[in-house]
Each structure stands twice: as structure tokens, then as C-alpha cells.
């Protein structure tokens, strides 16, 4: 993945999984990075103190995923949207290719 704060391709982030932390990535793709290796606290202070509509549906994408569906509902009505209701992996993806080029 190119270290430039063009957005990748979905083909190219997926790829950078396996990097030590890609620069470059926006917030809410950060947190997605975060989250595919095992770090839910960093992502999630990727997404924490941001009000984007991609930030909020990250965050509360994240707050699903620890089981916290209150706080997941908060977020997901501030983003506009209804919480989701498939698989979280089907869910991560979705932010992933909304956020991607």
C-alpha cells in the first residue's frame, strides 16, 4: 500500500492488513486496521473524539463488536443509520468498501 493520504483501493487495504500500521489511512480506516489485528482500543481511540458520519459508524461498529449495543445504538443513530443486523465481519467489510476508492 502506498504511504499517502490517497484512500486505497478495498484490494489495497485488505493487503495492508498484514503491514506494521499503514500510514496514511483516515481515521475510521485506521480503526478498521486496528480492529482486523486484534486492537480494539486503539481502534476505537481512532474513531473516539471524531463526529464524521464514517468515524460514527466505525465507532459503533466497534461498540457492537464488544457487545456494548446501547452504546452501539447511540452511535449508529448519530451516524444516521439504523444498527446493523448481520454478521459483524459482513459489517466490517461494508465500512470498509464505503470508506475505500
Not at 10 to 30: H, I, M, N, Q, V
Request: with cysteine.
Amino acid at each position: 500500500m502506498t504511504h499517502s493520504s490517497e484512500t486505497p483501493s478495498l484490494e489495497e487495504f485488505l493487503l495492508a492488513l498484514t503491514e506494521e500500521r499503514p500510514d496514511g489511512l483516515s481515521s475510521p480506516l485506521r480503526a478498521l486496521w486496528f480492529d482486523a489485528n486484534n486492537d480494539w482500543r486503539s481502534a476505537h481511540h481512532c474513531v473516539d473524539a471524531r463526529s464524521d458520519v464514517a468515524s460514527m459508524r466505525a465507532h459503533a461498529y466497534l461498540h457492537r463488536k464488544a457487545g456494548d449495543l446501547t452504546n452501539a445504538a447511540y452511535w449508529y443513530r448519530r451516524a444516521g443509520l439504523r444498527p446493523y443486523q448481520g454478521a459483524l465481519s459482513d459489517e466490517w467489510l461494508e465500512i470498509a468498501k464505503m470508506l475505500c476508492s
